[in-house]
């Protein structure tokens, strides 16, 4: 089946299947049934097994899938084989959280390159990367042919930042900026709001019987 | 029209309007269109009527909404009006820098206790707050009837935390850890895994034309 326009909904999923099969690539598991996988993410079997053969068959009917198989079917999948750097742009406190958090814990992206404007954290080197001024990042993401950027900025600087990586060949961009970006078609955004986030768990704190007396 | 169980499509977006709604209001605007409310947001004016109407008649046919009257409404709908207290649990580099970001940038909800069970950071002050071990976990949460915590710590060390939580009264978690909580059903849970969100945005870094080669 082909792989373009594949749903947001199962790209998602995809990352989530990667780690389980990670670990189960480090003890050794040659083997995985879709019903393990299913205990193991808390989705079906049946849509386990429905996302996967959107993109192909890779398991035999019985058995299950292959794992190291399964894990590299994936990151051709995902398009982590053939790029994989990343930049961060802002690195205030939680820039640098995030930056150091991918350089430390994810084995598959690489941060090529951490910027800011303020010179108070210029210089500074975050697990031996080296945060520099943002001037350099268009000569950073054309070096490195980076495609993905993670945008830490204030909501005011966001926009102009954008223009610039979109117009370097940026792709994709996770942006934590708390505004709407305008991007061409091709680019995609995925937006993480953090007080978003957090704001709307305060509607499951007021009890049910309360929620009728506003 | 009751409030209880509204959907989480509608509750997720009315921290946006607050937001919009709280920068009026420091301009002194008084009065807003749900079309300018379109055009800042991006949602379309019908689905914000939609969204808000859910909850009551808060706005005047051809006039608009009364910022300050709708902005109230909405602390009460989302229930920031009752409490607003939270705690953040793992004060590494992301639990450090998102207790910093909400008690810098959050005028609504206040971080009233940060804890770890590292003594490298233990003692340690984030804008006045200081990290406490995580003993002293169950009785600032009582103390302060938290009903919201961010989970910032190992998945391996996620579940007994989060049991703790809900006996002690917490009803909704803020999740960064990479994994799947168990927690009964009046406790909602919102997961933001960085990983997931950032690997799957490689998918869109692979040209179309490239997509049906795999």
Known sequence: MPRRNAPFSIIRRLPIYLRILDNLIKKDVDIISSRTLSSRTGFTAEQIRKDLAYFGAFGTRGTGYNTVYLRDKLLKIIGLDKTNHTVVIGSGHLGTAFGRYILMKNPYIRVVGMFDVSNEVIGKKVEGLTIEHIDRLPAVVEEYKVKVAILTIPSAKAQPIVNQLVNSGVTAILNFAP????????????????????????????????KDLI
Chains 1, 2 share one sequence.
């Open 179 to 210: 505004t709407k970006l305008n991007v061409p078609e091709h680019v995609h955004v995925h937006n993480i709001d953090l007080t978003i986030e957090l704001q709307s768990l305060f509607y499951y704190t007021v009890f049910e019987e309360e």
